[in-house]
């Protein structure tokens, strides 16, 4: 897959000027609307494989099944769940005006803002850039998106599919890394959406600021697990497996740590151990485990390793897998909370696993810090789930289970704090990017005409 130079800056304002005069000139209808993603489905669907090729290019090696899962699959579903909604949900909505102006109609529409900008990252670069502007060509604006150095080969097919469904003054690609990110988020969009770093995210907002952009942040952060005492440790250990080791860690929502009953803690870590090895140690294994991504990634997770180490914390390797940046996946002991495991997002195959004295102990830790993108509680009893619940607000659950709540049908998805602000995914990603217009139609007799002096004459009406 060729690659591209970046995007000059001074381009992209003159880029956006062409996207909103065309926007203005025909607004996409319903008809369009839905053309545009059936055309987009098409043009993804066609590329699976080449898809799979360009991202496992981009990362040194990615399990094409796990960019089959969460590139592929997951954004045909989302287009389909779109195309299948969107009649309903651009319906002019008929609301009561209120007795007191009757005979007056009331509407809400969903109205189209204009041009949205879409930043995208690197850990799932087509389902990251796609899902956000599939929405938002779902409420009939154009896009513009800039996704991730990181991954150039991936950014070069997106280009050719997006090409291939979408005219250029619809659709339009910025490539560069943070100089052009900086300059693409000053730029006066109808909406942005921003999927990234907490820290870059902080620097989206001020740049939106200036232009008072509409923002939707979707950050990152340290999402908890919470194994309780009754929950039985195989399965645990298997639905963290697959949170954490799947794309080698690096998910926006992978478990980041796992708090467990003090006393079941070693046994955790030995059920971790064997699903590790029942996953990775067969021949042929490493292909489905995913490399980190650059070297600079790399080098910043085996800083953790070696600052571990310094500290003479209990580190184990769980299972060897051969190849270039293939860190392996590994289980830290009850880091305190000073090492930088427990104070940065990790986004790597290492999992620190701490014991909990008491249920109350284990939501007070993770309450004391910033709120999280997700929350793994996992109990089957009832009470000790809500008390998680209660006890902290995250940017979404899934409980007894990891990841799914991402790709679940009709949930909305978004962070809370300093994991993120606004959501997407079907509705609540398509009422983000539409102004919700109200409308009052007058009639020809009005109650509004009373409504001058002397008022006396409608006082009782005030007071009543
Ligand atoms: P990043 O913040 O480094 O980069 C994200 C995007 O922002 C890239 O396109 C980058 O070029 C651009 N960028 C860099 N500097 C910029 C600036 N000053 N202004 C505007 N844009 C700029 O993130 P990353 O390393 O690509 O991705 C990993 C992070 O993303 C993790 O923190 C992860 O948790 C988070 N993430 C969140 C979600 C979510 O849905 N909430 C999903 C995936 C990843």
Redesign the pocket.
């Known amino acids: 897959m060729p690659t591209h130079p970046d995007t000059p800056v001074e381009e992209l304002q003159p880029t956006l000027a062409r996207l909103r005069a065309a926007w203005r000139a025909r607004k996409p209808d319903r008809t369009q609307r839905g053309d545009d993603l059936a055309r987009l489905r098409t043009a993804l669907k066609d590329r699976l494989d080449a898809m799979a090729a360009a991202i496992s290019a981009d990362f040194g090696h990615r399990s094409t099944h796990e960019s089959l899962i969460a590139d592929g699959l997951t954004v045909l579903s989302e287009i389909d769940r779109l195309r299948g909604h969107l009649g309903r949900w651009m319906k002019p909505r008929r609301v009561g005006a209120g007795w007191r102006l009757w005979p007056a109609r009331a509407e809400v529409r969903m109205e189209p803002v204009g041009v949205v900008g879409v930043?995208?990252?690197?850990?799932?670069p087509v389902n990251?850039a796609l899902i956000p502007l599939a929405t938002a060509i779902a409420a009939g604006n154009h896009v513009y998106l800039?996704?991730?150095?990181?991954t150039p080969r991936t950014t070069g097919l997106l280009r050719e599919l997006l090409a291939e469904a979408f005219p250029p003054d619809r659709v339009a690609v910025a490539q560069?890394?943070?100089d052009?990110?900086?300059a693409?988020?000053a730029l006066p969009f109808d909406h942005l959406v921003?999927?990234?770093?907490?820290?870059?995210?902080r620097?989206?907002m001020a740049?939106a600021a200036a232009n008072l952009t509409p923002l939707t942040l979707?950050?990152?952060?340290k999402s908890p697990a919470i194994v309780c005492a009754d929950f039985p440790l195989e399965q645990a250990a298997a639905r963290l497996a697959t949170g954490k080791w799947f794309n080698g860690g690096q998910?926006?929502?992978a478990p980041d740590y796992v708090l467990v009953d003090a006393a079941r803690r070693d046994a955790l870590v030995e059920a971790l151990r064997r699903e590790a090895r029942a996953r990775y140690a067969g021949a042929g294994a490493a292909a489905d485990y995913t490399r980190i991504v650059s070297p600079a990634h790399a080098d910043r997770l085996q800083g953790y390793l070696d600052d571990a180490a310094r500290r003479g914390l209990a580190t184990v390797t769980l299972a060897e897998i051969d190849g270039e940046r293939a860190l392996a996946p590994t289980v830290v002991l009850d880091p305190p909370d000073d090492a930088p495991l427990m104070q940065e997002?990790i986004?790597g195959p290492i999992l620190p696993v701490r014991g909990y004295a008491t249920l109350d102990e284990a939501i007070a830790f993770v309450a004391a810090r910033d709120r999280p993108?997700a929350l793994y509680p996992f109990s089957r009893d009832r009470d000790s789930v809500e008390r998680i619940l209660d006890g902290i607000l995250a940017g979404g659950v899934t409980v007894n289970d990891t990841l799914l709540h991402f790709g679940a049908g009709a949930l909305p998805?978004g962070?809370i704090g300093a994991?993120?602000m606004g959501a997407y995914h079907g509705r609540a990603g398509f009422d983000a990017m539409s102004k919700a217009l109200p409308i009052l139609w007058q009639r020809r007799l009005a109650a509004s005409d009373l409504l001058k002096p002397p008022y006396a004459r409608i006082d009782r009406l005030i007071r009543r």
């Open positions: 930043i995208s990252p690197w850990n799932y990251l800039k996704p991730s150095e990181l560069g890394g943070s052009t990110g900086a693409f988020a921003f999927t990234g770093s907490t820290a870059v995210g620097k989206v740049a979707e950050l990152g952060g998910t926006c929502i997002e986004f993108l998805f962070g994991s993120g």
